[in-house]
């Protein structure tokens, strides 16, 4: 059974950082891309970042790019995000997820987390 737990959310003020984490188990995490998304209220879940299966590739939606970074630790089955220079617009529940291919498409992903409250204050 596939399981992603993420954490790391919270409150924070405009201009500073967090790290969200997510855990995954259940089947060879090295053998999966890792993505993460974000959605608000009355709007489409969107693409923020995602890392190939070495950690040597990776994608990010234009916003975030030069203050998110993501990464993975295959060893401890984790993928990382780590956001800086936080904005009242980075407010989202986040979520991660697995797929075979590093994409924007969310269709391609078939296990997601249940996501990780972020909210920044402005």
């Known amino acids: 059974q596939v399981q992603l737990v993420e954490s790391g959310g919270g409150l924070v003020q405009a201009g500073g950082s967090l790290r969200l984490s997510c855990a995954a188990s259940?089947?060879?995490?090295?053998?999966?891309?890792m993505g993460w998304f974000r959605q608000t209220p009355g709007k489409e879940r969107e693409f923020v970042a995602c890392?190939?299966?070495?950690?040597?590739?990776?994608d990010y939606l234009d916003s975030v790019k030069g203050r998110f970074t993501i990464s993975r630790d295959n060893a401890k089955n984790t993928v990382y995000l780590e956001m800086t220079s936080l904005k009242a617009e980075d407010t989202a529940v986040y979520y991660c997820?697995?797929?075979?291919?590093?994409?924007?498409?969310?269709?391609?992903?078939?296990?997601w987390g249940q996501g990780t409250q972020v909210t920044v204050s402005s």
């Open positions: 997820a697995q797929s075979q291919i590093c994409t924007r498409t969310i269709g391609a992903y078939d296990y």
């Open positions: 259940g089947r060879t995490f090295s053998d999966y891309i």
């Open positions: 890392i190939t299966r070495s950690g040597r590739g990776t």
